[in-house]
């Protein structure tokens, strides 16, 4: 299951925990209240990735699917670095999304309601729903290997905006 707890202020090294430890690890309630963000898990062992695909989508009926996919053992350092470079910029989707793990672990840095990040860390069958505007962004831990499925309703909501400030709002795109 997820773990989550609240970020350092500053840190020099994004694949780390970086933990403040001054504050309590966080629940999944805690999680949601703060944030909206739904966490859970499904089992996903000894699956391909097309059963994986198809149990995802008993957690949230969503059609349009990418799988992106970061190893520093497959993709060598540079690549690996670049594709966690565009990743860990915080933005927001206009609609709903699913994340879930099929691969390895990463962090979900989530912005809560007062402006500071909630880091959650996702391993295999993890998963993260995301409501629309949420103010996020993600990397790989330090294993540097990780494989998701990310979910929306349809292609129209891939549109990424730039988060500066967390905001809330719902975008109807006709």
């Not at 703060?34 to 699956?47: K, R, S, Y």
Request: proline share 3%.
């Amino acid at each position: 299951m997820a773990r989550a707890w609240y970020l350092k202020p500053t840190f020099a090294d994004r694949y780390e925990q970086n933990r403040d430890e001054s504050l309590p690890l966080l629940t999944d309630e805690q999680v949601y209240l703060e944030t909206e963000v739904i966490l859970g898990h499904i089992d996903l062992a000894n699956m391909d990735e097309e059963a994986q695909l198809t149990q995802a989508r008993t957690v949230r009926d969503m059609k349009d699917h990418m799988t992106p996919e970061m190893s520093i053992q497959e993709d060598g350092e540079a690549e690996f670095e670049k594709k966690c470079d565009k990743i860990f910029k915080p933005h927001v989707h206009v609609g709903e999304a699913l994340r879930v793990v099929i691969r390895g672990s990463c962090y979900a840095d989530i912005m809560d309601l007062n402006g500071r990040y909630i880091r959650i860390h996702l391993q295999l069958g993890d998963y993260w729903i995301l409501p629309g505007g949420c103010c996020h962004r993600a990397t790989a831990d330090v294993l540097k290997d990780m494989k998701a499925i990310m979910m929306h309703y349809d292609a129209k909501v891939w549109i990424v905006f730039k988060c500066y400030f967390q905001i809330r709002i719902v975008l109807f795109f006709m």
